[in-house]
């Protein structure tokens, strides 16, 4: 069973930076193939893309984010992480990490809350 484990949330002010990590429990191979995102879903809105990392190190990034924000991968240690610069009061959410491969395989973590002070 896949399992996604988020940390690195808390609370800043705006204009600060925080590095969110999710490690995932999955064999080095999958993880090496899959393509890991991060979302967020502030109160009252619906979930959305933040950034995402292919296998072959390809990277997208939300346009409210572009600038600011950095996903990266270490496939040595099944790990992906999201730094977030010049961080806003509108990125407070919850953050979810999620690994998707072979199409109909998609997991999601439990999510760590982000909250940015004016």
């Known amino acids: 069973q896949v399992q996604l484990v988020e940390s690195g949330g808390g609370l800043v002010q705006a204009g600060g930076s925080l590095r969110l990590s999710c490690a995932a429990s999955?064999?080095?191979?999958?993880?090496?193939?899959?393509?890991m995102g991060w979302y967020r879903q502030a109160p009252g809105k619906q979930r959305e893309l933040v950034a995402y990392?292919?296998?072959?190190?390809?990277?997208d990034y939300a346009d409210s984010v572009k600038g600011r924000f950095t996903i990266s991968r270490d496939n040595a240690k099944n790990t992906v992480y999201l730094q977030m610069n010049s961080l806003k009061p509108e990125d407070t959410a919850v953050y979810y990490c999620?690994?998707?491969?072979?199409?109909?395989?998609?997991?999601w973590g439990q999510g760590t809350q982000v909250t940015v002070s004016s």
């Open positions: 999620n690994l998707k491969f072979h199409t109909a395989n998609d997991y």
């Open positions: 999955v064999s080095g191979s999958i993880f090496r193939i899959s393509t």
């Open positions: 990392i292919t296998s072959a190190g390809s990277t």
